[in-house]
T-cell receptor
């Protein structure tokens, strides 16, 4: 089955810790994205990548980092510099930058 | 700057009623794309439709229909004969050259269909 997988589904972090959220796709899509969703709000773009070994900051990149070493994978690290990381994180991919994006099931991160 | 406004925060209907979700957008691009996504309680966003700015034909897919009007910068979504399974948050989104083709999402409309 083609799709996007995210792991873990739930993640708990202590303050001061870095955590990495996994995102893998087998759709052969070139572009991948990370979004953050807070309760009752829309999605805000954290980072995106249109090709391997290249990525761009989105609207709220501070406190986050990414890598794109493989076409299939786009992991997101939430660093201790992110002051309010508790949120729902969604990964997406698309064939090209302006095509419809397909989303993974999301990771819910909670800071204890 | 690009912007998407979904003024309806929450809508509640009884099953079998028709319901329209409003979406108004702002852009200076002449070429742009509009999208609708559904987010059920599970959280995963489900792609529903993409329209480009040159295609103003209304589209129908089963119980779903979309009305795109450039004159009013609106891209409204209607569900006919709503069902309980339609309960979800619905997002309208915009993509164009002005935003480097990133998706700009509205804040979403929560639809509750009561049995």
């Amino acid at each position: 089955d083609g799709g996007i997988t995210q792991s873990p589904k739930y993640l708990f972090r202590k303050e001061g810790q870095n955590v990495t959220l996994s995102c893998e796709q087998n759709l052969n899509h070139d572009a991948m994205y990370w979004y953050r969703q807070d309760p009752g709000q829309g999605l805000r773009l954290i980072y995106y990548s249109q090709i391997v070994n290249d990525f761009q900051k989105g609207d709220i990149a501070e406190g986050y980092s990414v890598s794109r070493e493989k076409k299939e994978s786009f992991p997101l690290t939430v660093t201790s510099a992110q002051k309010n990381p508790t949120a729902f994180y969604l990964c997406a991919s698309s064939r090209l930058a302006y095509n419809e994006q397909f989303f993974g099931p999301g990771t819910r991160l909670t800071v204890l | 700057a690009q912007k998407v406004t979904q003024a309806q925060t929450e809508i509640s209907v009884v099953e079998k009623e028709d319901v329209t979700l409003d979406c108004v957008y702002e852009t200076r691009d002449t070429t742009y794309y509009l999208f609708w996504y559904k987010q059920p309680p599970s959280g995963e966003l489900v792609f529903l439709i993409r329209r480009n700015s040159f295609d103003e034909q209304n589209e129908i897919s089963g119980r779903y229909s979309w009305n795109f009007q450039k004159s009013t910068s609106s891209f409204n979504f209607t569900i006919t004969a709503s069902q309980v399974v339609d309960s979800a948050v619905y997002f309208c989104a915009l993509s164009g050259m002005d935003s480097s083709y990133k998706l700009i999402f509205g804040s979403g409309t929560r639809l509750l269909v009561r049995p």
